[in-house]
């Protein structure tokens, strides 16, 4: 089988090797499509805390292909999948405290050990979670970042009839907004691109605020802010850019007592006075990964494939995944998720075994 190793910074090789065994508890997916994301680009650029070479991959479908049925009833050979690339220890005291997505000796396929850019990969039967029925796997491969981006939503509690102020509307920002709207928030996003701006209005967005034209905000948005907001400011702010700039927004922006939800991720570090948050009594959240929200956000996307589809821009074959990384590395590409499309190839004979549907999608 294919497997397509990072071997240096910006170079990737593509290696035909022997295909995982199947192993007690786990099960070999075939995989379909994998999603392209932010992390994937810094891993290929060799700008992240991880070791080449490395098999990326974590946003990943596929069909499984064997499975150890022992491991657990109501998953078969041929069944669709989305597949969690979270691994935990489940003993740490975040994991004993409910919240693996934070564990001590956390790890993640594709980003710290071997992923999906392989035609056949072995996962543990506990982290596959049916695609819905007629949900395409183009589209389920959406369903790790939207677990992302309703992490986020969960920790800011949201309340119906609030307003909510995203700051970025990549495709987490987008998903949040989307989610928000879901539970009857009023949702307003900020971004420094006008296009993405409009198309978060596809998503929910009642009202949108273009920063990085002057100081933000300036009266005209300000003012558009105050007709959306009961108080003197949004009461729920989530930030998806990992800009220190967007965060301090958010501080001054927030009204008292208003939740700041900090999901966008980098290594700037921002300023914040020391009277701001105590003075609003702010509540100032991370989020990271999820607590198992994939099957969540499967169907929440699976509600809304009109709006999923919008979300990807670009595909492309494996044999072009130089190109995809290219592209992603371009601005002018206007790239948001790009989907990588594996080989399917009709699967190797395994003692016991039986091939299930074989319907694309």
């Known amino acids: 089988m294919l497997r397509a190793h990072t071997v240096s910074r910006r170079t990737i090789e593509l290696r035909d090797e022997d295909p995982p065994a199947l192993m007690p508890g786990h099960a070999l997916v075939r995989v379909h499509q994998v999603a392209l994301c932010g992390t994937d680009l810094h891993i290929w650029d060799d700008d992240y805390p991880t070791e080449l070479p490395l098999v990326q991959g974590h946003e990943f479908t596929g069909r499984i292909e064997a499975i150890d049925q022992a491991a ?10 989305a597949v969690s690339p ?5 003993t740490c005291g975040p994991c004993l405290g409910g919240r693996p997505n934070v564990c001590e000796s956390i790890s993640c396929l594709g980003c710290y050990e071997d992923g999906a850019l392989a035609e056949v ?5 506990s982290k596959l979670h049916p695609v819905p029925e007629g949900m395409p796997l183009r589209l389920a491969v959406l369903g790790e ?8 939503v969960n920790r800011g509690r949201p309340e119906a009839g609030e307003t909510a102020l995203v700051f970025g509307c990549g495709p987490i920002g987008l998903l949040t907004t989307l989610f928000l709207t879901e539970l009857g928030v009023n949702v307003l996003t900020s971004d420094l691109v006008p296009s993405k701006l ?14 990085g034209s002057g100081p933000f905000p300036d009266a005209a948005q300000r003012k558009e802010l ?9 009461t729920l702010l ?8 967007s965060f301090e927004n958010a501080l001054s922006l927030a009204a008292p007592t208003a939740r700041i939800v900090q999901v966008g991720i980098s290594t700037a570090t921002a300023a914040l006075s020391m009277r701001t948050v105590p003075f609003k009594e702010l509540d100032i959240l991370g989020s990271r990964n999820s607590v198992n929200l994939i099957p969540a956000a499967l169907a929440a996307l699976n509600r809304h494939q009109d709006l999923a589809e919008k979300l990807i821009t670009h595909s492309f074959e494996l044999a072009a995944i130089q190109e ?3 592209t992603m590395l371009d601005p002018a590409q206007g790239a948001g998720k790009i989907v990588i499309s594996m080989p399917v190839r009709e699967p190797a004979a395994q003692p016991g075994v039986h091939a299930g549907s074989r319907t694309e999608n």
Do not use: D, H, K
């Open 198 to 211: 409009e198309m978060s209005r596809e998503f929910g967005a009642v009202g949108t605020l273009l920063a």
């Open 145 to 152: 970042p939207g677990s992302i981006a309703m992490q986020a």
């Open 72 to 81: 657990g009833p109501g998953l078969e050979v041929g069944n669709a999948v």
């Open 226 to 234: 105050e007709s959306w907001c009961r108080m003197s400011g949004p």
């Open 121 to 125: 990969i072995s996962v543990p039967v």
């Open 86 to 90: 979270m691994v935990y220890c489940g």
């Open 324 to 326: 995809a990384f290219e």
């Open 238 to 245: 989530i930030e998806a850019t990992g800009a220190p700039a």
